[in-house]
């Protein structure tokens, strides 16, 4: 007998791990499969398919998506480990009025952001798990005080919309097997 698998997608900072865990633990219906996914294609990626439910970053056209916010994430810049700014704790806008911002070129380009700023030109900001996912050694993050954070949610099609998912929601949100909705 073969148990369904449920494709969950997950955008780059995402530790999709504790829910693995989780769903692991609990003797559920269907095998788990992560499935790394990025943010520029998580919309494609729930629409054609290629996994079932994805834990999205927002904001994320959502008319024909179920969409559960879970957690936000604290903006941060990454600047080199030479920079003055490096010196500080934490950073407000007031104390980057007078840096040059490397602007994101694209929704996957963190990497890239990275490598630049490594290079000893300027700040770039990402989400703080952005920023830890492409640590370095020769840079250094700081959380942003004043700026907005990012959020991320979990999303799947409204038309597949199904028990399955449903118990998987559950999982995210702590529900146990033994809990109710």
């Not at 633990?25 to 629409?47: F, N």
């Not at 290629?50 to 957690?71: A, N, Q, T, Y």
């Not at 798990?129 to 979990?154: C, E, F, G, N, Q």
């Not at 995210?172 to 809990?179: D, E, L």
Request: proline share 9%; net charge negative.
């Amino acid at each position: 007998m073969t148990h369904p698998v449920l494709r969950v997608g997950f955008v780059p900072g995402v530790e999709p791990d504790r829910f693995v865990r989780r769903w692991r633990a609990g003797r559920r219906p269907a095998m788990l499969d992560t499935v790394p996914v990025p943010v520029s294609t998580q919309r494609e990626a729930l629409a054609h398919g290629e996994v079932d439910m994805c834990f999205v970053r927002l904001p994320l056209p959502s008319e024909d998506l179920h969409l559960v916010p879970l957690w936000e994430e604290r903006p941060a810049i990454v600047v080199s480990a030479e920079n003055v700014l490096s010196l500080y704790e934490e950073l407000s806008e007031t104390e980057l009025a007078q840096e040059t911002e490397i602007p994101t070129a694209g929704p996957d380009d963190a990497a890239e952001q990275v490598a630049v700023v490594a290079s000893g030109v300027g700040y770039t900001r990402l989400p703080l798990s952005l920023a830890r996912l492409h640590h370095r050694k020769d840079v250094v993050h700081r959380p942003l005080t004043d700026a907005d954070p990012t959020r991320i949610a979990l999303a799947w099609p409204r038309a597949d919309d199904d028990e399955l998912r449903q118990e998987f929601v559950g999982v995210v949100r702590g529900r146990t097997p033994r809990s109710s909705r």
